[in-house]
């Protein structure tokens, strides 16, 4: 089972930037992919952005493309969410997920393909 521990949650101000970050230990072995998803109150947790560990392809959510950034560090098993010009409707609960086995990047998107969650990290964008 792999353990996944998010951070770098907080309150920060409308067009601000924050850095999320989940760091994965336990069974990391056949890693394959990690994502952020994210749900406001009384909404469905909805997907934010994915990456692979081998080759780092990425996938985005159109609503964050282009104000948001993921990477990985390999070597300390660690995913990063890079957020900029942060908005109201970016106010959530940010989780991470880990994929072990190969699926189409397609489906990363999918809450369902996921093996592992994180407990939450919240963001609250202020005006």
């Known amino acids: 089972q792999v353990q996944l521990v998010e951070s770098g949650g907080g309150l920060v101000q409308a067009g601000g930037s924050l850095r999320l970050s989940c760091a994965a230990s336990?069974?990391?072995?056949?890693?394959?992919?990690m994502a952020w998803f994210r749900q406001a109150p009384g909404k469905e947790r909805e997907f934010v952005a994915a990456?692979?560990?081998?080759?780092?392809?990425?996938r985005y959510a159109d609503s964050v493309k282009v104000r948001c950034t993921i990477a990985r560090d390999n070597a300390k098993i660690t995913v990063y969410l890079q957020m900029a010009s942060l908005k109201l409707e970016d106010t959530a609960v940010y989780y991470c997920?880990?994929?072990?086995?190969?699926?189409?990047?397609?489906?990363?998107?999918?809450?369902?393909?996921?093996?592992?969650w994180g407990q939450g990290t919240q963001v609250t964008v202020s005006s």
């Open positions: 990456i692979t560990w081998s080759g780092g392809s990425t």
């Open positions: 336990g069974r990391t072995i056949g890693r394959y992919a």
């Open positions: 997920a880990a994929r072990s086995n190969w699926v189409p990047e397609s489906s990363l998107r999918l809450k369902v393909v996921y093996d592992g």
